[in-house]
C-alpha cells in the first residue's frame, strides 16, 4: 500500500511554510492538532454565515 505524504501535507495550510529554507515539520501535537483546508474552509462558512447563540431568540437565520 503507497502513502502518498505529499497529497497528505497539501491539505494542511500550515504545513506548506518553510522554516530555515526546508519544510516546516510539526510534530508538537498534544494541545491540539492542525486542520486540514476541507476543516478551516467549514469552520469559516460557519462564522460567516450561520454562528449564532443558541436560544437568544425567536427569529431563525
Known sequence: MDFDVE???AQFPALQQEVNG???IYLD?????QKP???IDAIT?????DNANVHRAAHAL
Do not use: D, E, G, I
Open 45 to 49: 462558512h460557519y462564522y460567516q454565515c
Open 7 to 9: 497529497s497528505v501535507r
Open 22 to 24: 526546508r519544510p516546516l
Open 29 to 33: 501535537s498534544a494541545a491540539t492538532t
Open 37 to 39: 483546508k476541507a476543516v
